[in-house]
């Protein structure tokens, strides 16, 4: 199994609203990520997992909160978001060693009224 | 802020066509990825280059990551319409136990039947 899953595929909220988007992969990968793009623009990181313990949050808003309840599973939970929120939500999975990979999930695309 | 630059930053072409797109940055990496990414998914990694001068081919890809490694070139040959997409570049560097992507600028093409 070489892929990292996502769901939902596209999620619309309100700026009340909680949801929370959901990555899963089981290559025994390790390092596990979430990354925020909007159109037209590369990927941009917001926090990273190393053996299920958030090493980088690049400064993202208290109104996203990351978990990783275990080695395969990563979670983002949204609350208070806002509309300049919207975009393409990316998880990633890499192992942790020399010449590193990442290979990315398909996204959520969430749009927040 | 580690920039990786990549042009021409859109190319429009017509299938059988030859066509090359750099990445340059200033900065040195462990390694460089390329990955195509269509409308609306995540992006798909295409290959990882390690060595600075290395050259690895898939299919009428030709990736090639310089003698510094600090750019990299992607020549496709032959160009198809399913080569059309968004081709990012993506730099790593370590931290503290794992790969940090840095992503390039993104490269729009599209092939014409």
């Known amino acids: 199994d070489t892929e990292v899953t996502q769901t939902p595929k596209h999620l619309v909220m309100g700026m009340t609203n909680k949801k929370s988007l959901k990555c899963e992969q089981h290559?025994?990968?390790?390092?596990m990520y979430w990354y925020k793009q909007k159109a037209k623009k590369p990927p941009e990181l917001m926090f990273v997992?190393?053996?299920?313990?958030?090493?980088i949050n690049e400064s993202v808003p208290s109104r996203f909160s990351p978990e990783c309840p275990n080695s395969s599973l990563l979670n983002l939970h949204l609350h208070a978001l806002q509309p300049e929120d919207s975009a393409l939500y990316l998880c990633?999975?890499?192992?942790?060693?020399?010449?590193?990979?990442?290979?990315f999930g398909p996204g959520t695309r969430l749009t927040v009224l | 802020t580690q920039l990786l630059e990549q042009s021409p930053q859109f190319l429009s072409i017509q299938e059988g066509e030859n066509l090359t797109v750099y990445c340059n940055s200033s900065s040195v990496f462990s390694s460089l990825q390329w990955y195509r990414q269509e409308p609306g998914e995540g992006p798909v990694l295409l290959v990882t280059?390690?060595?600075?001068?290395e050259v690895k081919k898939l299919k009428r890809l030709t990736f090639q990551f310089g003698d510094a490694r600090k750019d990299s070139s992607l020549h496709i040959t032959a160009a198809q319409p399913g080569d059309t997409g968004l081709y990012l570049c993506?730099?790593?560097?370590?931290?503290?136990?794992?790969?940090?992507?840095?992503f390039g600028t993104g490269t729009r093409l599209l092939v014409s039947p």
């Open positions: 990633a999975s890499s192992q942790l060693k020399a010449g590193d990979e990442q290979f």
């Open positions: 290559m025994g990968h390790r390092a």
């Open positions: 997992y190393s053996y299920e313990k958030l090493s």
């Open positions: 280059v390690v060595t600075g001068g």
């Open positions: 993506a730099g790593a560097q370590q931290d503290t136990g794992f790969q940090k992507l840095v």
